[in-house]
């Protein structure tokens, strides 16, 4: 996985290749999936979410430089697979997922992989985290009809923010920078996710 579909498609950032080594994604998917599980194609998992393909996950962890001393908030932890990457990468992750199925799921998973630097809160993702902000980087793993200003708000300055952007039809992953308190974002590729349910996100899925 990390050679072929990683490596030979210029990820090339070495810690987000050794995490991604080392972090073992058929323990994420649905049993009935791991045949399936290091393929680059998302897979579904309960409560009509899906677990990245591999390639988005790396392409948007590259985005972001996380360094070992940051700390990341992420929104949506769905299966876990991608809060324990970041684990591998910072110094501490803050996640939060609005499904109590897949929130109990991940903080199971990631207990038992012995990931101690996580956090998983329940709530709804597109109001942040203020009690714990600021963060250097935030990880959206769902479509947002804009870029959040809460999410903004949150970013420490030099701050980063990955996320994707727009309707089922047609996704944007933007990169967003916090300098001077002034946000900027630049588009990065187009995309395909699950809708960002929330006060500042969908109001329902599609």
Known sequence: MVE?????????DERVLAAMARVPRHEFVPQEFWAQAYEDHPIPIEENQTISQPYIVAFMLQALSITPSDVVLEIGTGSGYSTAILA???NKVYSIERHSVLAKAAEAKLTSLAYKNVEITLGDGTEGMRECAPFDCILVSAAAPRIPTILVDQLSEGGRMVIPVGPATVQELQFVRKQNGQSTAVRLENCRFVPLIGAGGYSSGW
Do not use: N
């Open 4 to 12: 072929r579909q990683l490596r030979d498609r210029d990820i090339l």
């Open 88 to 90: 591998e990468l910072c």
